[in-house]
């Protein structure tokens, strides 16, 4: 009992510094986070099934709730659309190749030259991007979250829509890409009508901070059907299967009841130190534990997935 | 507790530096959501200046020791560890 009051409580026994507090314990924490990281990684190799990133995003979930979305707002559902399905994949496949999460390749390639590429010629379009998540649900959520996105989800100059949900590594990360495309075809003028008009004029509808690209009006005559710059298709569609447990939130979860304890030692030994006035050559509790709440802070702040 | 409100007020210009660095980390690590590389740099940026801000702290209270120092690098080497462990997972 003492040898754990020793861990935790400052004491003469440990100098009136809880153990757990002092600096070799908590290099010993940082690299037993690391070590546990690692094993992470190895599990996560060798045991996909049980630690993993969740795969069960799929396309005809996306549609479904994105048409959802649409249904609520009073405007018909999408099609979908094998081209602009096979477009989406195109898009994911370049984004892996090139390893980039922007909506204009490093290379200049805009989402548009994708519709081109599959032979889906356009009146309309628009793409909406999302990387990390771990279900469809949270997905069209951050979209419907975001003005832009969802003004590309409730367009109502859209009719057909094409997702694709591809795994790779993206700058480093092992990284699930949801890219959903939208569009009118050419030469298709029934556009539907709807009390919520958005604003925009432009026939094509992308998120804010994306230059508008050069098609950015009605193509006239055949479309070109260059394959130019294709990224090998080395890319596998997200299984159906969910891992047990994701990485992230066993490593969140970790970090989160460590500086909690952490957090929670330091404001004991605040208390004692100072009720006991015991004088003492050591860092200020005080600091540790603000930069700790800070730490714990981020911790929280950090969510999954990202929306582009 | 009185002794702690006292060392604050004591030392009430090096605390407020201590509230800046970790008001100014927060909010850009908040600034920098949709970029995990920038919060990555936040992160460590402030776990420098906070070591810095322990080792000029206790140098100007005249009880500087590399034990002290140790300390400060330990919490904020593990704090980075945290942080740069679940951006690379999120």
Redesign the interface.
């Given at each position: 009992m003492s040898t754990l009051r020793e861990w935790f409580l400052p004491d003469p026994n440990n100098n009136q510094k809880a153990k757990l507090?002092?600096?070799?314990s908590?290099?010993f924490?940082?690299f037993t986070?690391?070590f546990f990281?690692l094993f992470l990684n190895f599990f996560l190799l060798t045991k996909p099934a049980v630690l993993g990133y969740s795969s069960n995003i799929t396309p005809e979930k996306i549609i479904e709730l994105t048409n959802l979305e649409r249904v609520k707002k009073g405007l018909p559902a999408l099609k979908e659309n094998s081209l602009l399905s096979e477009a989406a994949r195109r898009k994911a496949a370049d984004m892996f190749a090139f390893n980039y999460w922007a909506h204009v390749s490093p290379t200049g390639r805009s989402p548009w030259s994708f519709f081109v590429d599959v032979g889906y010629r356009y009146q309309y379009a628009g793409e909406n991007l999302a990387r990390?998540f771990q279900d469809p649900d949270a997905v069209v959520a951050a979209w419907m979250n975001s003005p832009t996105h969802r003004d590309n989800i409730i367009n109502p100059k859209y009719q057909e829509i094409g997702v694709a949900v591809v795994e790779g590594t993206l700058q480093g990360?092992q990284t699930t890409l949801v890219v959903q495309l939208f569009g009118t075809p050419y030469g298709n003028s029934t556009v539907a009508s709807t009390k919520n008009s958005p604003s925009a004029s432009s026939p094509e509808n992308l998120p804010e901070g994306v230059p508008k690209p050069a098609l950015a009006q009605a193509q006239e005559g055949q479309p070109k059907t260059s394959t130019q710059n294709q990224p090998e298709t080395y890319l596998q569609e997200t299984p159906k299967n969910q891992p047990l447990i994701s990485?992230?939130d066993i490593?969140?979860g970790m970090?989160i009841f460590?500086?909690g304890i952490l957090i929670g030692v330091f404001l004991v030994d605040?208390?004692v130190?100072?009720?006991k006035?015991t004088p003492r050559?050591?860092?200020?509790s005080?600091?540790?534990m603000?930069?700790?709440?800070?730490?714990l802070?981020?911790?929280l702040?950090?969510?999954?997935?990202?929306i582009l | 507790?009185?002794?702690?409100l006292q060392?604050?007020k004591d030392y009430l210009s090096h605390?407020l530096v201590?509230?800046f660095i970790?008001l100014f980390?927060?909010i850009a690590?908040?600034f920098f959501?949709?970029n995990?590389q920038a919060?990555i740099v936040s992160?460590f940026i402030?776990?420098t200046f906070?070591v810095l801000?322990?080792a000029v702290?206790?140098f100007l209270r005249g009880?500087l020791?590399l034990?002290?120092i140790?300390?400060?690098?330990?919490?904020?080497?593990?704090?980075f560890?945290?942080?740069w462990?679940?951006?690379?997972?999120?």
């Open positions: 507090i002092k600096f070799y908590l290099f924490l940082a986070f690391v990281q990390d990360t990485p992230l490593t969140k970090a460590t500086v605040i208390l130190i100072s009720k006035h050559l050591s860092s200020k005080l600091a540790q603000l930069f700790l709440i800070f730490v802070i981020a911790s702040l950090i969510k999954q997935g990202a | 507790m009185k002794e702690i060392d604050i605390y201590l509230f970790l980390g927060g690590f908040f959501q949709k995990p919060q992160a402030t776990a906070y801000w322990g702290h206790h009880d020791h034990r002290v140790l300390e400060y690098f330990a919490v904020a080497f593990f704090g560890l945290i942080i462990s679940i951006i690379i997972r999120s």
